[in-house]
């Protein structure tokens, strides 16, 4: 038993086949003029679907530019700003009486930790270190 596949056509072929041919003519002309109408259909719908985000993008665009333009006129303002704020944490920093503890605190911190690191080491000289291997003479006595 033979089966014959049936090829699925466009409606282009249909129309273009159903002009050739005038027994099946007619049912293919419609066949043929309605597909090309529901392609027409769904072409348009996806270019107007097309055009809508890309207009929706181009506002979104919009948005951020501005959104851009507001953060740069700020950090200008800032940046404009800058010598005046440095100027004003110098002075505060040289009205500062604190700074001769702090670096003695810092001295003496770092002097304790190297005396700590000596103890250490010293401490550790002066006990054995274990052996890895197992001893080779029996340790315990003979009776």
């Known amino acids: 038993m033979s089966e014959m596949a049936e090829t699925r ?7 273009t086949r ?12 419609t066949r043929g003029v309605v597909g090309l109408g529901v392609q027409s259909a769904q072409s348009t719908a ?14 979104e665009i919009a948005t951020a530019q501005e959104a851009i333009a507001q953060e740069l006129a700020a950090a200008q303002q ?9 100027q004003e944490a110098r002075r505060s920093q040289r009205r500062s009486k ?3 503890w702090v670096i003695a605190g810092g001295v003496t911190v770092v002097v ?4 700590a690191a000596a103890f250490s080491v010293v401490r550790r000289s002066w006990q054995p270190e274990p052996s890895l291997r197992p001893p080779s003479v029996e340790v315990q006595p003979r009776p």
Do not use: F, H, I, W
């Open 9 to 15: 056509m466009s409606p282009r072929e249909r129309l």
């Open 98 to 100: 604190l700074r001769p």
């Open 18 to 29: 159903g002009l050739t041919y005038s027994a099946v003519g007619p049912v293919d002309v």
């Open 78 to 86: 800032v940046v404009a700003n800058l010598p005046q704020v440095l």
């Open 46 to 59: 996806s270019e107007l679907r097309r055009r809508y985000r890309k207009g929706r993008l181009a506002r």
């Open 112 to 115: 304790l930790a190297g005396g």
